[in-house]
Nanobody
Framework: QVQLVESGGGLVQPGGSLRLSCVASGFFFSVYSMSWYRQAPGKERELVAAISSTGGSTYYTDSVKGRFTISRDNLKNTVYLQMSSLEPKDTAVYYC????????WGRGTQVTVSS
């Protein structure tokens, strides 16, 4: 059974940090590229960051460059998103996605940035 389980979300003040984790099971994690998406209320889901299967290549959307870092541990079947200098516009549900010939999604974790 394929599962992607996100954790680490919560309420944080502007300027704060959070680290999201996504633990995968039920498929061969190390051959899948992994991505973090987010969806704010009333908006479309957007790609935030992505990492290749080996971790050698990463992508960030412009709005998070220099603030977010994506990484993975293929021994732990886990992908991370370290988020720093958080801003209210980062408030959203964050989802992880695994992609190869097929794709899988987690159920998301809420991140709220507010004072």
């Amino acid at each position: 059974q394929v599962q992607l389980v996100e954790s680490g979300g919560g309420l944080v003040q502007p300027g704060g940090s959070l680290r999201l984790s996504c633990v995968a099971s039920g498929f061969f994690f190390s051959v899948y590229s992994m991505s973090w998406y987010r969806q704010a209320p009333g908006k479309e889901r957007e790609l935030v960051a992505a990492i290749s299967s080996t971790g050698g290549s990463t992508y960030y959307t412009d709005s998070v460059k220099g603030r977010f870092t994506i990484s993975r541990d293929n021994l732990k079947n886990t992908v991370y998103l370290q988020m720093s200098s958080l801003e209210p516009k980062d408030t959203a549900v964050y989802y992880c996605q695994a992609r190869s010939d097929d794709s899988y999604w987690g159920r998301g974790t809420q991140v709220t940035v507010s004072s």
